[in-house]
């Protein structure tokens, strides 16, 4: 498995931009980025993926280096509801044996 | 209409019991999971089900039986409870063929007392 390394903790200014770091240098060429989030005492919620193209939503944008050892997901302007734990996750696996790898994540706080 | 739905929602029972969490699914996913969260918050995969098949089971204990009647559902049975299996345990569902995500449901937090 593609081990993936996260600050524990960050803090961002309401209305500013969030940008979450993740370190996965040993990825491999197949395998993707995701991210999900755990809002306190809820289950964790999908926010993007990608492969080696930057990608955009309507929650977040993922930035992929080119050499794809590391990713920066950004939450254009953070809210108190943005608020939660995240998750960097590198996929592992193909068909029939999907799982997903939690870590200890970032967590996030916004600051009124 | 709620994607993945658990029930209960909180669970208390005393050890040596057995208990079932039930887990519904109405996004047509062919895939679906259940995964422990324990009290240092780490989240990891205990099973995973395909089309009822069981395709990944992560070193559980045989205390643990998931049961998946059809693709819509899998319910995790547990018997004799022990005080370690005191968690949050989430259910989610994916569909398998595409690098989707997988949604997960509320979560049932289980307390052994």
């Known amino acids: 498995d593609a081990k993936t390394t996260q600050p524990p903790s960050m803090d961002c200014a309401e209305g500013r931009a969030a940008n979450l770091p993740c370190n996965h240098s040993?990825?491999?060429?197949?395998?993707?980025v995701y991210w999900y989030r755990q809002i306190h005492s809820q289950g964790p919620q999908y926010i993007i993926h990608g492969l080696k193209n930057n990608e955009t939503n309507e929650m977040a944008s993922l930035i992929i280096t080119e050499d794809r050892k590391s990713s920066t997901l950004i939450l254009p302007h953070a809210t108190l509801r943005d608020t939660a734990v995240y998750y960097c996750?590198?996929?592992?696996?193909?068909?029939?044996?999907?799982?997903?790898?939690f870590g200890t994540g970032t967590r996030l706080t916004i600051i009124p | 209409d709620t994607a993945v739905s658990q029930t209960p929602k909180y669970l208390v029972t005393q050890m040596g019991n057995d208990k079932s969490i039930k887990c519904e699914q109405n996004?047509?996913?062919?895939?679906m999971y259940w995964y422990k969260q324990d009290s240092k918050k780490f989240l990891k995969i205990m099973f995973s089900y395909n089309n009822k098949e069981l395709i990944i089971n992560e070193t559980v204990p045989n205390r643990f039986s998931p049961k998946s009647p059809d693709k819509a559902h899998l319910n995790l049975h547990i018997n004799s409870l022990e005080l370690g299996d005191s968690a949050v345990y989430f259910c989610?569902?994916?569909?398998?063929?595409?690098?989707?995500?997988?949604?997960f449901g509320q979560g049932t937090r289980l307390t052994v007392v």
């Open positions: 996004l047509g996913h062919d895939t």
């Open positions: 996750i590198v996929r592992v696996g193909g068909f029939g044996n999907e799982k997903l790898t």
């Open positions: 040993t990825i491999s060429g197949n395998e993707y």
């Open positions: 989610a569902s994916s569909q398998r063929d595409r690098n989707t995500e997988a949604f």
